[in-house]
């Protein structure tokens, strides 16, 4: 069982930066899923982005070129950088890892871009 805890969400302007961190209770390393969802009012869960075991990368098209997921395995940690923030992008995000699926999900983290 592995818990996952994440922070960094707040209220942001739109063109504004945060980063969304994702603590995980034990190693992560070798887990094949590693992602971010979000979750906007109203609206079904959606996937963000994702990073394999070496390191690539895949980003939802709305997100690519502003958003950057990483890892630090060191830390146990996966990290969501997000610049250029838009109202759109407002939400609660999830991070979710597992061996094969998502099987393990954060509590979420409310990131809210407006003026």
């Known amino acids: 069982q592995v818990q996952l805890v994440e922070s960094g969400g707040g209220l942001v302007q739109p063109g504004g930066s945060l980063r969304l961190s994702c603590a995980a209770s034990g190693s992560i390393f070798t887990f094949k899923a590693k992602g971010w969802y979000r979750q906007a009012p109203g609206k079904e869960r959606e996937w963000v982005a994702s990073i394999t075991t070496g390191g690539a990368t895949v980003y939802q098209n709305s997100v690519k070129g502003r958003f950057t997921i990483s890892t630090d395995n060191a830390k146990n940690t996966m990290y969501l950088q997000m610049n250029s923030l838009k109202p759109e992008d407002t939400a609660v995000y999830y991070c979710?890892?597992?061996?094969?699926?998502?099987?393990?999900w954060g509590q979420g983290t409310q990131v809210t871009v407006s003026s």
């Open positions: 979710a890892v597992g061996p094969w699926k998502y099987d393990y």
